[in-house]
């Protein structure tokens, strides 16, 4: 076969298939853009965050995300004994990180032992080290009330390493979640 007819074919077959794929064929010359976004299926048609090479800071601290800002601590036991309180609010907030994301980081469970709260990384703007399991984690970010969805529970727990310490499993009615706009790690 000539390699413009080939290439010709090419051409006219790739938007084909990714229709058939339900998968936009806007550019049918950069399957690995399609590629991409199937991989990322479930993340709401987010590219995957990169889990930043942060160097840590003196003390230990490897940053993601936006620069902290603040200053007052909160513990995640005040966190976790009463979430409401908290809702719709900026915190700050330290706590052990029990699972992260396998996927692509972009959540984390925090836990203060017996209890957890789920972190999302805002906007899926950054991610954390899929390896970060058991590093104490400061984390700066916005308490959200959200009703519980047994299709994203699912989700998460495809996505986790460790399924049996996801807050909202076995749970029905309202979570707390916090959305995180900055994240510190210490190991």
Known sequence: MHAPLAAL???LVVPVLLAACGTPSADPVAPEAATAQAS???HEGHAEPAAQAAAPDADG????GDAITATDTLAAKALLDAPATYADQAVFVEGEVADVCQKA????????????????MK??????????TGATARIQGTIVGKP????????????????EVLP???KEGMTYELVASAVQLKR
Do not use: N, Q
Not at 61 to 64: D, G, I, L, P
Not at 105 to 120: E, H, N, P, S
């Open 40 to 42: 990322h299926e479930g």
């Open 105 to 120: 980081g972009c959540w984390m469970v925090v836990t203060d032992g017996d209890r957890t709260m789920r972190v999302t």
């Open 61 to 64: 601290w490897a940053s993601y």
């Open 148 to 163: 519980i969805d047994p299709e994203t529970v699912a989700h998460y727990a495809g996505e986790a390493a460790r399924p």
């Open 168 to 170: 909202e499993a076995g």
């Open 123 to 132: 906007d899926h703007a950054f991610g954390l080290p899929k390896d970060c």
């Open 9 to 11: 074919r090419l051409h």
